[in-house]
Structure formats: C-alpha cells, structure tokens
Nanobody, 131 residues
Framework: QVQLVESGGGLVQTGGSLRLSCAASGRTFGSRAMGWFRQAPGKEREFVAA???????????DYEDSVKGRFTISRDNAKNTVYLQMNSLKPEDTAVYYC?????????????????????WGQGTQVTVSS
C-alpha cells in the first residue's frame, strides 16, 4: 500500500507562486508514474501534470494546456517526493490539488492523463489564488 501526503498549498495573489510537494511511502516510488490533478468547486477532477517513472536519469512529462509554461512537475526519488512548481498563478487555478500514483510500471515513457489510471491518491491540498 502506498500513502501520499501533499503539502504546500495556501493563499496567494494573482501572479504569485507556490510549490506543492507530495511525499510517498514505500520503496517502489521510482517505478511509479506520478501525477497532479485538481478539482474546483462544482467541477470535475481534472488532469494537471504527470511525470513518468524513472528510467535512468530521463523522465517524461505532460501538462494540461492551460498550465503549460507556468507549472513544472519534477520528482526526487531519493526523497520519495514529487513536486509541482506553480508560477504566474491565476484565479482559475484555485482548486484542491491532489497527488496521485500509479501501480508499478515497466514502461519508462508512459505518462498517464486519466484519473482511472492512478491507483493511489493523497488527501488534497487547497490552493486559492486571489484576484
């Protein structure tokens, strides 16, 4: 069983930055793709970013179009942690942000976008961007 714990959310003004962290339990972190999703009030959970499992020092990433160029996903396998650096934040980025992890993957290039492809979820962290 994998446990995920997010941190780093908060209140920030438009144009500001936040860095979310997600700490994972277990010894197979590097073999799992990791993702970030968000859910705003009254809306469905949506994909934000994902990073492939580790294959040497190479990782593949994918982003939802509205966050490209502003958000960066990264991982530190030594710390069992995945990050989401969020810059140039907008009010429409306001949501609860969830970290998610897949089952162990053999494919080092797979970067899943569907929430159904993830097996483990954190409890969420609130991000609020004021205008």
């Amino acid at each position: 069983q994998v446990q995920l714990v997010e941190s780093g959310g908060g209140l920030v003004q438009t144009g500001g930055s936040l860095r979310l962290s997600c700490a994972a339990s277990g010894r197979t972190f590097g073999s799992r793709a990791m993702g970030w999703f968000r859910q705003a009030p009254g809306k469905e959970r949506e994909f934000v970013a994902a990073i492939s499992r580790s294959g040497g020092n190479i990782h593949y990433v994918d982003y939802e179009d509205s966050v490209k160029g502003r958000f960066t996903i990264s991982r530190d396998n030594a710390k069992n942690t995945v990050y989401l650096q969020m810059n140039s934040l907008k009010p429409e980025d306001t949501a609860v942000y969830y970290c998610a992890g897949t089952a162990v993957y053999s494919d080092t290039k797979k970067i899943p976008r569907g929430y159904y492809e993830y097996n483990y979820w954190g409890q969420g962290t609130q991000v609020t961007v004021s205008s």
